[in-house]
């Protein structure tokens, strides 16, 4: 399996930027669905974007469509997420988790140990 971890998160301000990155050890990540998903206290956590190891399509939750963008570099073995005009609502835990199979989050057999965003003026 693939080992994970995240950098990039920060305290920033509404309308702000910021850009998350994970780095991947381990073999074969082009063959991975790898996807960033967010978790808040008391909440589960959700897909935030994903993009799939055979044709490289992205998928985006509603409030991340339009703002955010997913990309991998699979020479690197880093997943990125470029986040514009954040809002508060977009704070929470971010964690990058890879899947042999598919974006599915209950797929995801690797984590990261999360890097943390937070939204406030």
């Known amino acids: 399996q693939v080992q994970l971890v995240e950098s990039g998160g920060g305290l920033v301000q509404p309308g702000e930027s910021l850009t998350l990155s994970c780095a991947s050890s381990?073999?074969?990540?082009?063959?991975?669905?790898v996807g960033w998903f967010r978790q808040v206290p008391g909440k589960e956590r959700n897909e935030v974007a994903c993009?799939?190891?055979?044709?490289?399509?992205?998928t985006y939750a509603h409030s991340a469509k339009g703002r955010f963008a997913i990309s991998r570099d699979n020479a690197k073995k880093i997943l990125y997420l470029q986040m514009n005009n954040l809002t508060v609502e977009d704070t929470g835990v971010y964690y990058c988790?890879?899947?042999?199979?598919?974006?599915?989050?209950?797929?995801?057999?690797?984590w990261g140990p999360g890097t943390l965003v937070t939204v406030s003026s």
């Open positions: 993009i799939t190891a055979n044709d490289g399509a992205a």
């Open positions: 988790a890879a899947s042999a199979w598919d974006c599915t989050i209950n797929t995801m057999q690797s």
């Open positions: 381990g073999p074969a990540f082009v063959r991975y669905s």
